[in-house]
């Protein structure tokens, strides 16, 4: 078992949840320059140690984490192992009516999400407020609703006091109103640029999340920014290749908010955010938790099941 730092916590975790990273990670080599590693950025269990300077937290409490692995290089600090070395700032209290499957499902995908709606590099939006935020006169517009990424932005901009335009497949339309979701188009329709442009002409629009960041999901973004004209703001989960001077996504990276000059961010959502809403239902666990097995040993099957094709639920493990 690991030795927490002094703003590090030692999780034994419950569950563990796959996303995409994983296993792109382990294809291509993407990231890392030593190896063995270790992998897994989402772990859901219980506190069995805690570093000389954390506060929030103590033994036997029940949480998430997103684990820095991929920031540190340090294999201690991801989450496929049955002891995780995670820190204060991306750590919550995990409420008693949220299971540790469901809770497995967000932690990579609100860092993510954060980052690309709240940073003053990215779409800048007011942060939420577990309470819920009084309604603002704007809409931004979230590309792939349906995924992990998408469905806690959807849920983080509705808390910000947002209306939210989002794309899904027809079969997915009442998840991700579920989330939150004013308007819903399927992105599959030859008319969906068209569609989006017609309602977003008549909303004070103030930017694009693109959690899919796939050619069709640019090509299509550039069309309608490029019709809806003014300096929109546009961010997105992985790079653009070609960026022109009218349409350069920001390529958002999960812990800069933990980083300056971003701080205020990772505060904002991890401790002031999550725990509450968690408990009083602005923050849902979504999508869905879909177990495909039980212990280390299933974590390669598990990285294969995501690679597969999931939609609308989060591949997990229960340890």
């Known amino acids: 078992m690991p030795k927490p730092g002094p703003r590090e916590i030692v999780i034994k975790n419950v569950v563990v949840a796959i996303n995409p990273v994983d296993w792109k990670i382990q294809d291509h080599g993407r990231y890392l320059s030593t190896y063995p590693f270790i992998l897994g950025e989402d772990a859901a269990g219980v506190v069995e140690e805690v570093g000389s300077e954390v506060t929030r937290f103590k033994k036997g409490q029940r949480v ?25 700032d ?21 860092s993510t999400a954060s980052a690309g709606l709240f940073q003053n590099d990215t779409l800048g939006l007011p942060l939420p407020s577990p309470e819920g ?26 808390a910000s006091g947002l209306s939210v335009v989002t794309t899904a497949s027809p079969r997915n339309h009442d998840f991700v109103r579920s989330c939150g979701a004013h308007t819903i188009l399927d992105y599959k329709s030859p008319t969906v640029v068209e569609d989006i442009i017609g309602v977003l002409r008549t909303a004070k629009f103030v930017g694009v999340f693109d959690s899919i960041a796939e050619p069709e999901s640019f090509e299509a973004i550039a069309k309608l920014v490029n019709t809806l004209g003014a300096n929109i703001k546009i961010s997105s ?37 999550v725990p509450q809403a968690l408990k009083n239902g602005k923050l849902m666990p ?22 597969s094709g999931v939609s609308a639920k989060k591949v997990i493990i229960e340890l």
């Open 64 to 88: 998430i984490a997103h684990c820095p692995g991929l920031m540190t290089r340090n294999p201690a600090n991801s989450a496929f192992q049955l002891y995780s070395l995670a820190i204060e």
């Open 133 to 158: 935020s009084q309604p603002r006169d704007e809409t931004i517009l979230v590309w792939g609703g349906a995924s992990s990424v998408g469905s806690v932005a959807i849920q983080l901009a509705v």
């Open 237 to 273: 989960v992985l790079p653009y290749d070609k960026p022109t001077e009218t349409f350069a996504p920001k390529y958002v990276v999960a812990f800069s908010i933990i980083q300056e000059p971003n701080r205020n961010v990772g505060e904002g959502i991890w401790k002031n955010f």
């Open 90 to 110: 991306l750590t919550a209290e995990l409420a008693d009516s949220v299971s540790f499957q469901e809770g497995a499902v967000l932690p990579l995908a609100l």
């Open 286 to 307: 979504k999508p869905e938790p879909y177990g495909v097995g039980r212990g280390l040993q299933d974590i390669q099957h598990a990285l294969d099941v995501q690679k």
